[in-house]
């Protein structure tokens, strides 16, 4: 049958098998390296892009540093002017400070509205501590909503006096100024909130302590409290007369190792009918007899727990 294929025919199939061949290359190779191609070109001209635009990033990104740096700076300044120094690395030396910092924000702001001549400040503040558990101390800002104030004066006292806010030894938002009466005898009145932002190291507050609960001093049997250990308090079957202090012998009671004393009982002495607690009960005109008072605080000639 081949011998009948003429030499035009076999130029034909040549023809029509190199073009099967051409395209199969073309869809199989020449093709999708093309559009590989073309996807390359579209990077490089992005990458392009980008690296032209990489020194005014650089500079952004110079400027963008140097305001970091500036708002560090006038934060540092703003906060020695208007923050209390309360370190929550330590939770303890923080709990005393946090302790101690109402009465002392209220002294400031009280001598601060004092100093408005132009107006009359009614009212006065009143801040209470946050907690006495130095585990649940506020951070990282604590948020006292100080109440509603009001001033008496003409319409512009009144908004001096407001704009003077910005001017408090504390961070202070006065919001909410309504008016009322006739100049110049009007009435202004605001609400006030005060935010106190504590700090710590590296912006981690301390580790929480493994018994904290209530003040210090306060708490345990009948004695001192503790935070993790301390001095526990008197054991039970001894007399605790009055208000003992730390290290102070007490009332009513020789010290442990102290030579007995006619009339006066000690440790472990027998139980007299009607002593509380397996207590003994001094004898009637005896050194504990007449002596009373509470735990803390003190009676008579007791003296009193220190004030933190």
């Known amino acids: 049958m081949l011998s009948k294929l003429t030499l035009q025919n076999v130029i034909v199939i040549g023809i029509v098998v190199a073009a099967v061949i051409a395209s199969g290359i073309f869809f199989v190779l020449i093709r999708p390296t093309q559009a590989e191609i073309k996807n390359l070109d579209t990077q490089i001209e992005a990458a392009s892009q980008r690296a032209a635009q990489l020194p005014q990033a650089k500079k952004q990104l110079e400027d963008a ?3 970091v740096e500036q708002a560090r700076i006038k934060w540092a300044r ?19 400070a946090y302790w101690k910092e109402p009465e002392r924000t209220a002294k400031l702001l009280q001598d601060f509205v004092s100093k408005s001549q132009d107006v009359i400040f009614l009212g006065g503040f009143a801040i209470g501590i946050p907690t006495t558990d130095p585990n649940q101390l506020p951070w990282p800002v604590w948020i006292v909503p100080l109440g509603t104030f009001q001033v008496q004066g003409d319409f512009e006292s009144i908004l001096r006096h407001v704009e003077r806010w910005n001017n408090a030894p504390r961070l202070v938002l006065v919001d909410g100024l309504q008016l009322s009466g006739v100049s110049p005898q009007l009435i202004g009145q605001y609400t006030a909130t005060l935010f106190i932002l504590p700090r710590a190291k590296d912006d981690r507050p301390g580790e929480m302590l493994p018994s904290a609960g209530g003040a210090p001093g306060m708490g345990g049997m009948a004695g001192m409290g503790r935070f993790g250990g301390g001095m526990p308090g008197p054991m039970m079957g001894a007399p605790m007369m009055g208000a003992p202090t730390m290290g102070a012998p007490m009332m009513g009671a020789p010290t442990m190792g102290a030579p007995r004393v006619p009339g006066v009982p000690t440790m472990g002495a027998p139980m007299m009918p009607g002593a509380p607690m397996g207590g003994s009960r001094p004898p009637m005109g005896g050194a504990g007899a007449g002596v009373t008072g509470p735990a803390l605080g003190g009676g008579a000639g007791v003296p009193g727990v220190e004030e933190y």
């Open 78 to 96: 703003y906060e020695r002017s208007k923050m209390p120094n309360i370190d929550m690395t330590d939770r303890l030396k923080a709990a005393l």
């Open 65 to 67: 540093k140097k305001e």
